[in-house]
């Protein structure tokens, strides 16, 4: 049972780096992906573009970070002696991924309250900002968790291993916009290259997994607790995967034209 759960803790980091990445990296890059978008002349501003990316993303916001909530409840439910040592030992790493997490949903909500392009400006400079630091935060905690939590966390090793799940993140993102704003003619092209960086967004997450496991089998809880929380959570997996499978299946490339006329009136 303890290896179940353990497997079950990999499979939805390497899941969330596999799908959230390319939502992050979308809000990293956002700025330079418009100008890319503009110099080559597609229709419309700057900010009209950006618009644009950001519906890209929009209809897998909420359901990528469904697999951070599970994250979050697999580890507190069965690895609770983990828990209170990560959230003790990496407590400025924790707060800075959740300042990051709310600045960078709070730029995704608020950016189109209000007309004009000073308030649009600002949440998506908001929404940068908190893409980037949420790369940066997961791996400092990665890096830190590998190396037995450092006093200091954001050393040179830290930030350094954050750079590269930054540069995975920014990856994955092109590939998404490819993917997403191509036309259903290009789907299976850019859909295979998709897959492929969705594999390289998760590889700084799988490394240190693995390279951990031995050492999270350690801090598991009694067979008891484990055999109520599978009770509790096999019931809930299907209807998870069948959502995931839905918004995949339901919003797929629709090029550029049809991305611009669908933006969702909450993002």
């Known amino acids: ?29 956002l700025p330079w992906l418009a100008r890319a978008g503009e110099r080559a002349g597609e229709p419309g501003t700057r900010a ?3 618009d644009r990316l950001v519906a890209a993303i929009a209809p897998y916001v909420l ?20 828990e209170g040592t990560v959230l003790s030992g990496m407590y400025p790493v924790v707060v800075a991924l959740l300042v990051s997490w709310i600045l960078r949903d709070a ?28 790369a940066l935060s997961w791996g400092v905690a990665l890096a830190s968790l590998v190396r037995g939590l ?10 350094l291993y954050g750079a590269v ?7 994955h993102a092109r590939s998404f916009v490819a993917w997403r704003l191509s036309g259903r003619a290009e789907a299976a092209r850019t859909g ?3 897959l492929l960086t969705a594999v390289v967004a998760a590889l700084p997450a799988a490394v240190p997994m693995a390279a951990l496991a031995s050492s999270l089998l350690d801090h598991t809880a009694s067979p008891a607790t484990l055999n109520v929380l599978s ?11 069948g959502a995931q499978v839905w918004v995949w299946r339901t919003f797929g490339p629709l090029g550029s034209t049809g991305v611009a006329a669908r933006i969702p009136s909450f993002f």
């Open 48 to 50: 009209r573009h950006r």
């Open 192 to 194: 295979r290259r998709l």
């Open 165 to 171: 799940v930054a540069a995975a993140f920014a990856f």
């Open 231 to 241: 009770v509790m959570a096999l019931p809930v997996t299907p209807i998870l995967v």
């Open 1 to 29: 049972m303890e290896i179940i759960w353990l497997a079950v803790l990999a499979v939805l980091l390497v899941g969330y780096f596999a799908l959230e990445g390319f939502d992050i990296g979308v809000g990293m890059t």
């Open 150 to 159: 450092p006093a200091q966390p954001f050393d040179l090793v830290g930030l």
């Open 107 to 134: 730029g995704l909500w608020f950016r189109r309250r209000l007309d004009g392009d000073t308030w649009r400006g600002f949440w998506d400079a908001v929404l940068c900002a908190g893409s980037w630091g949420l």
């Open 63 to 82: 359901a990528n970070e469904v697999w951070l909530v599970a994250l979050a409840g697999t580890l507190f439910g069965a690895f609770p002696a983990l």
